[in-house]
């Protein structure tokens, strides 16, 4: 008993052995040694998801944490406590503690192996990039008033009649272009003072809407079925647009004449009044 006593107590650790490859004893390599520290509880076989920073440490199962200088201090405990049980002639007590305690120092030692792996693999990830800062969404554009709308329908008409000028009804072209180019200095004149309110409206209304709705209208027709007569009224597609541009070139001929015949009208009434004033009668004394 005395040599199996002496085998044990002086025969190689093997915590000790593995102590310098995993750092596990404060102190040094010679120390681990020396002491053979090991755990006396067991720890889980598995590292947590978030790793401890105390690699060393443990984590009791009432959510308490024993430090690594700590566990160290019982491990040494543990195996001074059996080897003194082999010295005193106590192997019944002494071998399920050795047993007991070479099953938890592996274990324990396993999970710092794990921990330490995942603290490398994390330091080696790159840092998250830092949020985008949130940028209050544009303000909303504001609502086209009813000029703009209007200075843009004209050119919206002409450019869309031009793209498809094959597709349109014989005619169609030219009749967009003259009306336009009589609506757009009709549209620059509306913005100044002196015409009348309700042919303002009207100028609006058929250059910003009348006349490019036509269009677009009869270009979203596939072009079978914009030749196709209805059967109620025999009149295709194509008979309505060449009306309808031609109404509206009517129209935009009679606001021309509304806007400049008011012009001339102010102008004769502007000469009657300077004639009345500095004519030869209104100077006499």
Same mark, same amino acid.
């Given at each position: ?14 915590? /000790?052995? !593995?102590? &310098?490859? %995993?750092? @596990? ?6 120390? +681990? ?5 090991? =755990? ?109 709308? /209007?200075? !843009?329908? &004209?050119? %919206?008409? @002409? ?6 000028? +094959? ?5 169609? =072209? ?22 009348d309110a309700r042919v303002a ?23 079978d079925v914009a030749a196709t ?19 509206l070139r009517q129209g935009a ?33």
């Amino acid at each position: 008993m005395s040599d199996s006593i002496r085998r044990v107590s002086v025969g190689p650790d093997p915590g /000790a052995e !593995r102590a &310098p490859q %995993h750092g @596990v004893a404060p102190g040094g390599p010679d120390r +681990a040694a020396a002491t053979g520290s090991h =755990l006396l509880p067991h720890v889980p076989p598995h590292p947590p998801v978030r790793v401890p920073a105390d690699v060393q440490g443990i984590d009791l199962p009432g959510g308490r944490h024993v430090s690594g200088p700590v566990v160290q201090g019982v491990r040494g405990l543990w195996l001074a406590l059996w080897i003194i049980m082999f010295a005193t002639g106590n192997p019944g007590i002494a071998l399920p503690l050795m047993f007991v305690w070479i099953f938890a120092n592996a274990t324990y030692e396993k999970t710092v192996q794990e921990r330490r792996k995942a603290l490398k693999h994390a330091a080696r990830q790159p840092l998250p990039a830092p949020p985008a800062p949130l940028r209050p969404p544009p303000p909303p554009a504001p609502p086209e008033d009813e000029g703009t709308r /209007a200075r !843009r329908g &004209p050119d %919206h008409a @002409v450019r869309r009649a031009e793209e498809s000028a +094959a597709t349109l009804p014989a005619g169609a =072209l030219e009749t967009v272009r003259e009306t336009a180019g009589w609506l757009r200095p009709l549209l620059a004149r509306a913005r100044e003072e002196g015409v009348d309110a309700r042919v303002a409206h009207d100028l609006h209304a058929l250059a910003g809407e009348y006349l490019p709705r036509a269009v677009d209208d009869y270009l979203r027709l596939p072009p079978d079925v914009a030749a196709t007569p209805g059967a109620a009224s025999g009149r295709s597609p194509a008979d309505d647009l060449r009306e309808q541009l031609e109404l509206l070139r009517q129209g935009a001929a009679q606001l021309r004449q509304a806007v400049h015949g008011a012009d001339a009208e102010r102008l004769a009434t502007q000469r009657r009044f300077l004639e009345a004033k500095f004519g030869r009668s209104g100077l006499d004394l």
